[in-house]
């Protein structure tokens, strides 16, 4: 398992060191982060959401580095010594609300993109009844979805999203215990 980032320079040192790598998708990996946490931020999402938009696919950045295993729980993990569940749980669930939407949701799985559509099966494909009703009982379940929409949708090489550093006052203010971590 790779460490938890310990503070927010280590984690945009992260970003610096890995983002421009790409995955499976035609942006990299910061373009595409930044991309989900710009639509968050349309949506008038709260902050919480916003950061979970932004570092959801974190785990990709230390992924095949230090551990194998899921880039959510590896994501959700490395970022629990900075940010409380409000951040880490839907960074968590964001593959499972992808299994949940193709499970509930027509035409759901005809918009994913090829990447998510081929991850979708390693991932055990769509939820069953029991697996999506397991889903929708967790609090945290609907900020998931949510997430798992901006994720969808911030595929676009021609985006030019906010750059990181806009987010950094809205992580600062996040960070669980409240001023700690450092900056």
Do not use: W
């Amino acid at each position: 398992m790779p460490a938890p980032f310990a503070t927010l320079d280590a984690l945009f040192a992260a970003f610096d060191q890995y983002g421009g790598e790409r995955y499976g998708e035609e942006v990299s990996q910061l373009s595409h982060m930044l991309q989900s946490a710009a639509l968050a931020q349309a949506d008038h999402a709260p902050d919480a959401l916003i950061a979970a938009a932004l570092l959801h696919d974190v785990g990709y950045l230390q992924a095949g580095r230090e551990a194998a295993g899921p880039h959510e729980q590896i994501g959700a993990d490395s970022l629990s010594a900075l940010f409380g569940p409000e951040v880490c749980r839907p960074i968590a669930l964001h593959v499972a609300a992808k299994r949940y939407l193709c499970a509930v949701r027509p035409g759901y799985l005809a918009c994913l993109s090829k990447a998510s559509r081929d991850s979708l099966i390693r991932q055990g494909g769509p939820f069953s009844s029991v697996e999506a009703a397991a889903f929708m009982a967790d609090p945290e379940g609907e900020a998931a979805m949510r997430l798992r929409l901006y994720d969808d949708q911030a595929k676009d090489p021609a985006a030019n999203p906010p750059g990181l550093a806009t987010y950094h006052s809205l992580l600062q203010r996040l960070l669980h215990p409240p001023g700690g971590a450092g900056n």
